[in-house]
Structure formats: C-alpha cells, structure tokens
C-alpha cells in the first residue's frame, strides 16, 4: 500500500496540471484497503501515465488516450479491475446504466472483477462463469443478486462436455493450456499435490446466444482465450460491443486474438499503450460499413 501511495504522490502534482483534478481526490487512496486491486491499478497506471506521457507536447497527444485518463481520475475510487477493464468499459459505453455483461473467469465475484463496478454503481446484470468450484462457492456468496451463474469451464473445443481443471484459485487453466504463461510454476506444484479436477464444460455459443445484446465480454481463463474467441460463430451471433482478453503477455497469443476480433469488426484500443493494458487487450465494435 504505502508504495503505491508513494508513487502517486510523486506524480500527483504533475497529474493535477495535465489532467486538471483537485487536491481533495487524493485523500480516498489513503482511506481504502491495501487488499482493493482497482487501487493497485490506479496508482501504477496514474504514475505510468506521468512517466510515459508527461513531456508530450499538446499537438503530440492522443486525445482519446487523454480523455481516458481524465474520465479514469473520476471514476477510480470505484473500480475492482486489475487494469482498469471496468473503467475503459464505461468510458467506451459512456457510463450507461443498466447494460449487459457475459464474464467468463468470474472468480469470487469481487476480487479483480471487471463487472462489479458495473453492477454496483450502474446497475448492470448478466452471466458470470467460473470453473473451480471453491472460487464459485464464494461466487455465490458474493454476487447472488441479479446475475446469473454458472460453474462451467468454457471449453476450447466445442465436442467436449468435461475437461480437466487444474485447480489454483484464480489461477485455475485447462489441462493442455495450464503450462503456456509465467503461472506455470504455480500450476505445477498445485499438480504435485493433486489431480486435476474433471468438471462439465459448456460451448461459449450456447451463453452468446442467450443474449440478445450484449454491451461487454470480459473473457480470462488463464491460457485459451484465443481457442475460445476461434469456436465462435460470429456471423450468427451476437457480438458483444466491448471486450476485454487477458493474454498474460504471451505476444503470439496477443496477435492472434487482435487478427481474429480484427477480422470479426473490432478494433484494438490502446494498443500501444502496454503499460495502460498490460496482460490484456481491449477492443470495441465499430459500426457496419454501408453497402
């Protein structure tokens, strides 16, 4: 916690200037818990944003980069992202209420969620999905109003109905996918201890289309996001607005999950800006082009 606060401190005279926020919005940072992730994030991506940014001429800037980060100082003290997921979501949605959210990988439900914000503060509801089974009790416990939710792996592969469940909490990955980012060390010794778990799988095709608009699809499950984005039918579905995709820095799984939503209509936000985005990649829907 104190080296969090350390760093904005540093930089808050210079983020005050660029950004225009007043002295009395850092004093919540002092009051919350060092357990709240969204804290974490704000204070790495504020002090990020000073170091990369700073000596940015005005003609230089992006001003999509720049109306992010001042929407980002308002919206902070709310956010349980790891990475600000929840806040470039109602950034791009323009802080709409009561939208609809499909997360898969939804842990306890608090913990570095990307929809409790949403939920919270705007009342939107939707489907959270989470494999282990000792995360999804606490799911329950946590997220029981509104939201519909299902312990189900989404399976990379559409013919299977079970997988195989390397069990470590958040860090929980499919057999076959457990050993391809730098929690394979983690994923190893839980195998040491025990088996992996066989759970029911479900087709992501069969969640899509129980939707019939979807404003966000946040989508981290720890080493097969890409194999799951590839099962879906795209041209008979409907296509979430926004998504999130961890890809846990593995560049050939980042590039393939850009060619592919690229391919599908969307486009790649912030994608220079790794220090903003970090293990994930964040894309928006663009309109149809016209005939």
């Not at 950034?91 to 939804?106: C, H, P, R, T, V």
């Not at 457990?178 to 060390?185: I, L, N, P, R």
């Not at 799951?228 to 995709?245: A, E």
Request: with cysteine.
């Amino acid at each position: 916690m104190r080296s969090y606060l350390r760093k904005l401190k540093l930089a808050w005279g210079l983020l005050r200037a660029k950004l225009g926020m007043t002295v009395f919005k850092y004093r919540p940072f002092m009051n919350l818990q060092a357990s709240h992730i969204g804290l974490a994030g704000a204070s790495d991506v504020f002090a990020m944003y000073i170091a990369e940014c700073s000596d940015q001429k005005p003609d230089d800037e992006d001003p999509e980069l720049l109306d992010f980060m001042k929407f980002y100082t308002s919206q902070y003290r709310d956010s349980y992202s790891q990475r600000a997921q929840d806040i470039f979501v109602l950034f791009k949605s323009d802080k709409k209420q009561s939208g609809s959210y499909l997360e898969i990988g939804g842990s306890d439900g608090i913990t570095g969620s990307n929809t409790l914000m949403l939920h919270n503060h705007f009342h939107w509801n939707g489907v959270l999905v989470e494999p282990d089974r000792e995360q999804f009790r606490y799911l329950q416990l946590n997220r029981s109003s509104g939201d519909k939710l299902l312990n189900v792996a989404i399976t990379p592969n559409r013919n299977q109905r079970q997988v195989a469940l390397v069990t470590v909490g958040q860090l929980s990955s499919i057999v076959g996918y457990h050993d391809k980012d730098f929690h394979t060390d983690a994923r190893a010794q839980s195998l040491n201890r025990r088996r992996p778990t066989v759970i029911s799988a479900m087709d992501i095709n069969d969640i899509l289309s129980s939707f019939n608009e979807l404003d966000y699809f946040s989508l981290d499950v720890e080493g097969c996001e890409y194999e799951i984005l590839s099962q879906i039918v795209w041209d008979n579905t409907v296509k979430p607005r926004l998504i999130t995709v961890e890809h846990n820095c593995v560049q050939q799984t980042k590039e393939n999950i850009a060619s592919l939503l690229e391919k599908h209509g969307y486009r790649q936000v912030f994608s220079q800006y790794e220090w903003l985005t970090q293990g994930d990649s964040w894309f928006e829907l663009l309109p149809p082009k016209a005939a």
